[in-house]
């Protein structure tokens, strides 16, 4: 190979690795342990070979989990692109929170680094669409999905206490004694576990309340 040649395959692309590879194999670390020197070690590649694909840990992190999730939302189904725009955001609340739980820890690092994984916000897109055919604005029907998705991620990183062993800390009449007085039915609440919404109650619940308010946005816009 002549040095002319030398220069030119270092000037080019890679030969050895490339987008695909990367994230195939930054998918088999925990998102905790993925590093650059990690990965470039796990492909048997000098670092330098990973910079022509991505810039720094926080990039590739972001690109390997706009992977993980446009998968994610794939399995989960789509979001029906004419109907009822209640049924829309229904729909798009639970592929979010499904793709969310599918995601694990990868969805923390989600934020798209190109066009292509634009994929994974189609779900969010037929929701938009139907709010505003429905008569909102492009500002309301964006801040609507953002408190919609912030719902189904508390709902799938956050099991209520009900769902978890012990749940709240148990109350008793005995230790609060003025449970009769200003904080009875807090305390009521706190102290009977029986009381709680299961998660998937509690996100049916709160989805709900978000249409109720929909609903009475669309009738004053209009």
């Keep these: 190979?002549?040095?002319?040649?030398?220069?030119?395959?270092?000037?080019?692309?890679?030969?050895?690795?490339?987008?695909?590879?990367?994230?195939?194999?930054?998918?088999?670390?925990?998102?905790?342990?993925?590093?650059?020197?990690?990965?470039?070690?796990?492909?048997?590649?000098?670092?330098?070979?990973?910079?022509?694909?991505?810039?720094?840990?926080?990039?590739?992190?972001?690109?390997v989990a706009a992977d993980v999730f446009r998968d994610a939302v794939a399995a989960a189904g789509t979001v029906p692109i004419q109907g009822d725009w209640r049924e829309a955001l229904k729909s798009f609340a639970g592929i979010t929170r499904e793709a969310i739980v599918a995601a694990g820890a990868w969805a923390t690092y989600v934020g798209f680094e190109t066009q292509e994984d634009l994929a994974a916000v189609r779900p969010a897109e037929a929701a938009v669409t139907a709010l505003v055919d429905a008569g909102l604005s492009d500002m309301d029907a964006g801040d609507i999905i953002r408190l919609l998705s912030g719902i189904a991620f508390t709902s799938a990183r956050n099991p209520s206490p009900r769902d978890t062993p012990g749940g709240f800390p148990q109350s008793s009449t005995a230790e609060q004694p003025e449970a009769e007085g200003q904080y009875a039915l807090l305390l009521r609440l706190l102290g009977r576990s029986g009381t709680l919404r299961t998660i998937d109650e509690q996100f049916e619940f709160d989805v709900q309340l978000v249409v109720l308010g929909v609903e009475q946005l669309i009738k004053v816009s209009r």
């Design 1 to 63: 190979m002549s040095e002319t040649e030398v220069i030119r395959r270092r000037r080019g692309r890679p030969s050895r690795i490339d987008r695909d590879q990367i994230i195939a194999v930054a998918r088999t670390f925990e998102p905790m342990t993925l590093t650059m020197q990690a990965l470039a070690e796990k492909m048997s590649v000098d670092r330098k070979s990973l910079h022509y694909w991505v810039d720094d840990r926080v990039s590739l992190l972001r690109m």
